[in-house]
């Protein structure tokens, strides 16, 4: 190929992935392909094209053709580690990723993806002091300043004082709720309290903008949602898993008692739950504004379940708390209105035996971590985290978007948060709707 006309290719390449035209990059791939042509650049490119068309195999041949030309290639050694942390390969990425960064110790996605890693084997110091390093050469790199909020709901670092984000946690975890499960909680406690959260935080790091909405309590499992919701978005079938998935769902009358309720999450013991997480509702057309959900894989845990915490619920947080059972997610129901409903087994919906062929057309292109012998699922902390604060933060901001003043009991200042100001913006109206309808 002319000179000229391999550059133009080259940035017509580049182009296509920086704006994820990929399968229009992918044509342009298969041309060079055909020409057989040896350059660490274009092998690198290839790799990328083949590592975002799922093709991962294909990919990883790319880009070790690429480092037997050049060993010290720091961007085609991220590149292999990207692929083999895709392929669950978790342990070989880290060595690459190490290698990116020995080459280029300025080179800031090694350390993220490092850090990334890290999360993936549930080291989080590691992953911790990585995004760290992230931030050091790239410091307005939110996704890692993110990532190390989120490890930290994880992980005791009282070690770390040295990373800001580790520092303020630390302090965080250090206030204790004075929690009783046979009484009431009191607002004048949750004020207090909330108070002297809010000092930590608003000392280090003011108005910092996160864009999350729901608190967890994770327990060793992961439900792999994100796959799932691949397969139902493309497809328009549920996958088989989420046929075994079923949920209490509590919905509070305004903020204050879903904070409340998010203190009894915190230190409520759930046998044979899955995940626990209280959140505000922003999915379009989804009725409801406070909820929270435990999970179950069977209806008999699930009863169990619900005779153990109503109690708790409707003594601690308000008589008026609305508490029922469903399956699987309201999307779900909302395509197939026979899955969501709670009838004698044998008269519920079962899966549909032809849909294993759409998962497994999906499963072909989704990363292999998740299934990977070297993931290590991870337990989240008890007592309040950083980023627990910042997400109270910003349903304390939802709630005034939709009218819900019960936040003046507790909190007198707050941020504004463009995030969720964004994600209902176009639902204002709706949500509002929805928040004077429900207890009323």
Same mark, same amino acid.
């Given at each position: ?18 704006? @994820? ?36 195999? *294909? ?11 050049? $060993? ?6 991220? +590149? ?10 978790i342990n070989e990425a880290i060595n690459f990723y190490k290698k990116s960064a020995e ?17 993936? #084997? ?10 760290? $390093?992230?931030? #050091? ?5 939110? *996704? ?35 929690? *009783? ?6 607002? #004048? ?24 909405? $729901? ?9 792999? /949602? ?6 139902? @978005?493309?497809? +328009?079938?549920?996958?088989?898993? /989420? ?21 009894v999450f915190d230190n409520l013991e759930v046998k044979k739950s899955k995940l626990r ?32 915490? %109503?109690?708790?619920?409707?003594? +601690? ?11 699987? /997610?309201?999307?779900?129901? @909302? ?28 499963? *072909? ?47 007198? %200042? ?7 100001? #964004?994600?209902?913006?176009? $639902?204002? @109206? ?11």
């Amino acid at each position: 190929m002319e000179k000229n006309l391999f550059n133009k290719k080259i940035n017509e390449l580049v182009f296509l992935l920086q704006n @994820n035209q990929i399968l229009k990059a992918e044509k342009i791939v298969d041309e060079f392909l055909s020409l057989k042509i040896s350059n660490p650049r274009l092998l690198n490119l290839i790799g990328l094209v083949k590592l975002r068309s799922g093709k991962f195999n *294909e990919s990883l041949e790319q880009f070790s053709k690429g480092l037997e030309i050049n $060993q010290n290639n720091f961007e085609i050694c991220n +590149n292999k580690g990207l692929v083999l942390y895709n392929l669950g390969k978790i342990n070989e990425a880290i060595n690459f990723y190490k290698k990116s960064a020995e080459i280029k110790d300025d080179y800031y996605l090694a350390y993220y993806n490092l850090g990334n890693a890290y999360i993936g #084997k549930a080291d989080f110091k590691n992953a911790i002091l990585n995004f760290d $390093q992230t931030l #050091k050469i790239k410091e307005d790199f939110v *996704e890692a300043r993110n990532n190390i909020i989120q490890s930290l709901t994880y992980y005791n670092s009282s070690n770390l004082n040295s990373v800001i984000y580790s520092k303020i946690n630390n302090d965080l975890q250090n206030l204790k709720f004075n929690y *009783e499960k046979s009484k009431n909680i009191d607002v #004048k406690d949750i004020k207090k309290y909330f108070e002297n959260c809010m000092e930590i935080v608003n000392k280090s790091i003011p108005h910092l903008e996160y864009k999350f909405s $729901q608190i967890y309590r994770r327990d060793q499992v992961d439900l792999n /949602c994100s796959r799932h919701f691949s397969i139902f @978005n493309k497809f +328009n079938v549920i996958p088989d898993y /989420c046929f075994s998935c079923y949920k209490i769902q509590i919905e509070t009358q305004n903020v204050l008692d879903l904070i409340k309720l998010y203190l009894v999450f915190d230190n409520l013991e759930v046998k044979k739950s899955k995940l626990r997480k209280c959140f505000v509702e922003t999915r379009p057309n989804i009725p409801g504004s406070y909820k929270a959900l435990i999970y179950f894989s069977n209806i008999k845990d699930l009863e169990e379940a619900k005779e153990q915490i %109503e109690p708790i619920i409707k003594k +601690n947080v308000n008589e008026n708390s609305i508490i029922l059972i469903k399956r699987g /997610c309201s999307e779900f129901s @909302n395509k197939y209105p026979s899955y969501g409903k709670i009838i004698p087994k044998d008269q519920m919906m079962s899966y549909p035996v032809k849909w294993k062929e759409k998962e497994d057309l999906v499963d *072909e292109k989704l990363p292999k971590t998740y299934f990977s012998d070297e993931k290590v699922l991870p337990k989240t902390l008890n007592g309040q985290t950083l980023n627990d604060i910042l997400i109270i933060g910003n349903w304390i901001c939802y709630a005034r978007i939709i009218g819900d003043y019960s936040y003046k009991g507790i909190i007198d %200042e707050f941020n504004e948060s463009i995030y969720i100001s #964004k994600k209902i913006k176009d $639902q204002k @109206n709706f949500r509002i709707k929805e928040f004077k309808k429900k207890f009323n």
